[in-house]
């Protein structure tokens, strides 16, 4: 049944818009009244990382709350003692190598899903949506026997395969809807000017999709940074775990070495972090686009 929409009502001159009156209230809200919940946020969010920092930077045994006298011999232990320069090395190994692979299969498939319609297309997306709600613990079995008998165990390769597989559905899904966003009579002039389909994707298509392509690399790369279960089920070699795996080593079942793993632990989040501090801005771009349907 189709009905017609009525007409909003028209304003008086006496009556003021509904945005200023909006603008006008927020105006009077006292600031004590916005500052004080975003300061108590704040401090929820800090003393986490600020107790870190003070358990690696701090002397073995300080009961100080202040780091100081001020000492790096928890980095030092941590990165030459327990072998978290191999891990580190690993771990960028493994991000990096995901996110090429996750990002050129996830263009490929994401295109022909955004500009091709072909029988069971729906059932298809929503097969990579329900497989969202899948966990990795239950790929763990039959990855590990394929891997076994690809000769694959306790290599970087099967860490890498199964990461990309793992990220695959999401990011198929954020392409296409990335590319649902780009016009496309841009494809179809380039098609006039005598391009083909894949020069003009490359030249016409391809430069508009960095923020998307930067949202679904980072994601990738940060899932493959963080995580833990893949990485401790295919390798046993200690010279080819990953930082997740190697913090793990740092607790045991009698002690754990708080500065230590304090320190590890800000190994592994620093990169994040500087990663994140430079693409922040194409990585909301990123996921905004992608999620709407053009």
């Known amino acids: 049944m189709i009905t017609?929409?009525?007409?909003?009502?028209?304003?008086?001159?006496?009556?003021?818009?509904?945005?200023?009156?909006?603008?006008?209230?927020?105006?009077?809200?006292?600031?004590?009244?916005?500052?004080?919940?975003?300061?108590?946020?704040?401090?929820?969010?800090?003393?986490?990382?600020?107790?870190?920092?003070?358990?690696?930077?701090?002397?073995?045994?300080?009961?100080?709350?202040?780091?100081w006298p001020m000492t790096?011999?928890?980095?030092?232990?941590?990165?030459?003692?327990?072998?978290?320069?191999?891990?580190?090395?690993?771990?960028?190994?493994?991000?990096?190598?995901?996110?090429?692979?996750?990002?050129?299969?996830?263009?490929?498939?994401?295109?022909a899903l955004a500009r091709f319609d072909f029988r069971l297309k729906r059932g298809f997306m929503l097969a990579l949506l329900c497989s969202q709600f899948v966990p990795g613990a239950l790929l763990l079995v039959p990855l590990f026997q394929i891997f076994a008998e690809l000769r694959m165990i306790n290599s970087l390769g099967s860490v890498i395969i199964a990461e990309t597989v793992f990220q695959l559905p999401l990011s198929m899904i954020l392409i296409s809807g990335f590319i649902r966003n780009v016009p496309y009579s841009l494809e179809e002039a380039a098609w006039v000017d005598g391009c083909n389909r894949l020069t003009a994707f490359r030249i016409v298509v391809l430069p508009l999709l960095r923020p998307g392509l930067i949202a679904v690399g980072s994601f990738a790369f940060v899932h493959a940074w963080n995580h833990f279960l893949f990485a401790l089920m295919f390798l046993s070699d200690q010279g080819k775990q990953t930082i997740p795996v190697g913090l793990n080593t740092l607790m045991s079942a009698d002690s754990v070495d708080l500065g230590a793993l304090a320190a590890g632990g800000i190994i592994a989040a620093v990169p994040v972090v500087i990663v994140f501090a430079f693409i922040q801005k194409w990585l909301i771009t990123g996921f905004s686009a992608g999620a709407v349907k053009g």
């Not at 004080?36 to 100080?64: D, E, H, M, N």
């Open 72 to 111: 790096f011999e928890h980095f030092e232990k941590v990165w030459t003692e327990r072998s978290f320069g191999t891990y580190f090395a690993n771990s960028v190994y493994v991000g990096l190598a995901t996110l090429v692979l996750t990002t050129v299969v996830a263009l490929a498939g994401g295109y």
């Open 4 to 67: 017609e929409i009525a007409p909003a009502p028209e304003r008086t001159a006496a009556e003021p818009a509904r945005p200023g009156r909006r603008r006008r209230a927020w105006d009077e809200v006292p600031r004590w009244q916005i500052y004080l919940p975003l300061t108590v946020y704040l401090l929820f969010t800090l003393i986490p990382f600020y107790w870190i920092l003070l358990f690696a930077l701090r002397p073995a045994g300080s009961t100080s709350l202040v780091p």
